[in-house]
């Protein structure tokens, strides 16, 4: 197989390939994914306010809501990666992209919490395929000197959907803020007759090889291992965000901050500082060479960030979120740590492997609020989420150990798969 841009390529021209079409959309996709994934979180009082529930049953539906995403995400992991290999990287990005924008406008549209469910499940599905499938086509797409770079353009766009939907929902109402994430979608759609499939996929399609086994990944042991340690090195993202961002309003009365915390506010200012953290990440591990070293200095300073955040007894209301912003920074690995994944494995299990993981990162939430709720029987809640935090970066670093450096690391291989 030929690499998608030969040796001879200048210096020049891998550059400019970056911000080719595949990359733009990968990062416009992301964007609305990324909107549509923090809208809900942001919409969720009023849009079931207007369906007449008041007080406890605003918690008690919202988790259902969530968990009923979260279940179409981890679905839709799994479904979109397999088709992914076996289809083709291009038709299940923009795929992806449908079920989540005609999701969105579906969910403008309801009146009643079992069809707010129903979309919720829906836009999960969909939201589950976007990130990987992009990931995979850039990296493959471009020079392996330069991959670092695409990768990290698409999760610093597509970060800033975040903002931009904390933007949008103090604008318009709930509903309409729902049509526009569906509408910039069906718009992003536009542009699929520019995106060509990678070329090593189509050389894979040509030589009828096995790809998208997804069991494959359980039946080897040094390939389970690699699997489950991709997995592993993003947890500390989800701490951070799962729990010192969501309980930022517990944490800072624990903390004795003067000033009530608004958890939105919380959630704006972490994935801000994630957009300028997955811009450092990509170019750290492009001037370093070494993916692995960038990962390992984002979760040095997660801990640093950690350790910010409990010492914030008694300080300011903008301290508070400055270090919100700092921990969002810190956690902004995101684009290295799936590109890590996909460069660990063949071709025919790449999309696969960058899809799944991504969402089982996200997943591993529930047993993070589980292990912190349980320590929370036992020791106050500062004490808890710093036990649970310990876990999560002594666990991710053990995995950043046995994972091999793919910086320089050709992908025109495959799996042997049976």
């Not at 020791?379 to 450096?405: D, K």
């Amino acid at each position: 197989m030929q690499p998608s841009y030969p040796s001879g390529t200048s210096s020049n021209g891998r550059t400019r390939s970056v911000l080719s079409i595949p990359v733009v959309v990968a990062a416009l996709g992301y964007f609305v994914d990324i909107y549509d994934l923090i809208l809900f979180s942001i919409v969720r009082v009023p849009s079931l306010k207007s369906m007449g529930l008041e007080g406890a049953a605003l918690v008690d539906k919202g988790v259902f809501l969530l968990n009923m995403q979260m279940a179409g995400m981890l679905l839709g992991g799994i479904l979109w990666g397999v088709l992914g290999d076996r289809k083709g990287r291009m038709k299940i990005m923009f795929g992806s992209i449908f079920l989540y924008s005609a999701a969105n406008i579906a969910n403008g549209m309801v009146h009643s919490v079992e069809a707010y469910a129903a979309t919720r499940f829906l836009a999960g599905i969909g939201l589950a395929g976007e990130l990987g499938a992009g990931i995979t086509l850039v990296s493959e797409i471009l020079h392996r000197e330069v991959r670092g770079y695409g990768t990290m353009v698409v999760a610093s766009v597509g970060v800033s959907g975040a903002v931009a939907a904390n933007f949008v929902a103090g604008v318009f109402s709930w509903q309409h803020a729902f049509y526009i994430g569906g509408i910039l979608g069906f718009l992003l759609l536009l542009l699929r007759v520019c995106v060509h499939e990678s070329g090593m996929f189509r050389e894979m399609e040509a030589g009828g090889v096995s790809r998208g086994n997804f069991f494959a990944l359980f039946t080897d042991r040094g390939r389970f291992l690699k699997y489950l340690n991709s997995i592993l090195i993003g947890v500390p993202t989800w701490f951070v965000v799962g729990i010192l961002i969501t309980f930022s309003p517990e944490f800072g009365k624990a903390l004795k901050v003067p000033h009530a915390i608004n958890a939105g506010n919380a959630v704006m200012f972490c994935y801000l500082g994630l957009i300028f953290g997955d811009l450092a990440s990509g170019l750290l591990s492009q001037l370093l060479r070494s993916r692995r070293k960038a990962v390992f200095a984002f979760i040095s300073l997660t801990v640093a960030g950690i350790a910010a955040y409990f010492l914030l007894a008694g300080t300011s209301l903008i301290a508070f979120y400055a270090v919100c912003t700092l921990l969002g920074f810190a956690s902004g690995y995101w684009a290295v740590f799936i590109t890590i994944a996909a460069e660990q494995f063949g071709t025919n299990l790449r999309a696969t492997v960058a899809t799944t993981v991504p969402n089982f990162v996200r997943g591993m939430v529930v047993p993070i609020t589980l292990l912190f709720q349980l320590a929370r029987h036992y020791f106050p809640i500062e004490t808890s989420a710093l036990l649970v935090g310990s876990v999560c970066v002594l666990v991710s670093l053990l995995a950043l150990h046995h994972l091999e450096e793919t910086f320089h690391k050709e992908l025109d291989y495959y799996e042997q798969c049976p």
